[in-house]
């Protein structure tokens, strides 16, 4: 289990920069750019990696970038291992992507069980930005409202 442990403040400040560069590097859609950034950010959390509150975060960033850049299976693992870092469970966020990337990779069972943790924790506004066809895809598995 998880003990939400903060990062030293030298190593915080690290992992800041070189996730502000790798958003910056997704917000261009260079997404192989940006999870190499990422990762550099990864490496420096100490072990055991999920017990600090920053590696959910780098891990979130990670699938979201891989997602978008359309690398499923790395997506997957990310967003898989986000669920045990500090507050990775309950995210509607992590949820969402963990939903789409599972229904891109047709595992559909998985994929209507996490957009379903995302819809309960995000309400409707969490699909207000994605491909109509997840909540589309969600609506043949929970009686939602009309939109």
């Known amino acids: 289990m998880a003990n939400d442990q903060e990062l030293p403040d030298h190593l915080h400040q690290q992992n800041q920069k070189l996730c502000a560069e790798g958003d910056a590097l997704s ?11 990422y990762n550099e950010a990864w490496t420096l959390v100490p ?3 999920a017990n600090w509150n920053a590696s959910t975060w780098i891990m979130a960033a990670i699938g979201d970038a891989c997602y978008l850049g359309g690398y499923m299976t790395s997506a997957f693992e990310a967003l898989s ?3 045990h870092c500090p507050g990775g469970v309950g995210n509607p966020f992590l949820h969402l992507r963990l939903g789409e990337v599972l229904f891109e990779r047709g595992e559909h069972d998985q994929a209507a069980d996490e957009l379903a943790r ?3 924790g995000g309400g409707e506004e969490i699909f207000a ?9 969600l609506a043949t598995r929970m009686i939602l409202p009309a939109t």
């Open 81 to 83: 291992y986000s669920m």
């Open 129 to 137: 930005n994605e491909e109509v066809k997840y909540r589309a895809f």
């Open 27 to 37: 917000e261009a859609k260079n997404f192989e750019q940006a999870v190499a950034r």
């Open 47 to 49: 072990e055991p990696k």
């Open 118 to 120: 995302a819809y309960m």
